[in-house]
Nanobody
Framework: VQLQASGGGLVQAGGSLRLSCLAS????????LGWFRQAPGKEREFVAA??????????ADSVKSRVTISRDNAKNTAAVFLQMNSLKPEDTANYYC?????????????????WGQGTQVTVSS
């Protein structure tokens, strides 16, 4: 499975972005999906995750109430999205989508099997 994240960019504080992640080689409908981010000089951190069916989700405390993860499990073009609102400069990072063959919500990066290349989000103050 190859994951392709997109939708990043430069936005002013308070603005919004919607990140998307599509897969090639295999549909994402059978995977639990998550978003992580990594800022320069910092470790990768969990942002949000959803289970295989999209019925359950989890968010990092730092983004809760500002971020929504969703997924579209269309048969051949399943995708995962991250709607980010009220962005802050501290949200600046490279955002990665990830997929796990497990079905439930996963917050640990070590439990994911496939990773996308990342999309850069920069929030100016």
């Amino acid at each position: 499975v190859q994951l392709q994240a997109s939708g990043g960019g430069l936005v002013q504080a308070g603005g919004s972005l919607r990140l998307s992640c599509l897969a090639s080689g295999r549909s994402l409908s059978r995977f639990a999906l998550g978003w992580f981010r990594q800022a320069p000089g910092k470790e990768r951190e969990f942002v949000a995750a959803t289970d295989r069916n999209g019925g359950s989700s989890s968010y990092a405390d730092s983004v809760k109430s500002r971020v929504t993860i969703s997924r579209d499990n269309a048969k051949n073009t399943a995708a995962v999205f991250l709607q980010m609102n009220s962005l802050k400069p501290e949200d600046t990072a490279n955002y990665y989508c990830a997929a796990s063959a497990r079905s439930w919500v996963l917050e640990s990066g070590s439990t994911y099997d496939f990773w996308g290349q990342g999309t850069q989000v920069t929030v100016s103050s």
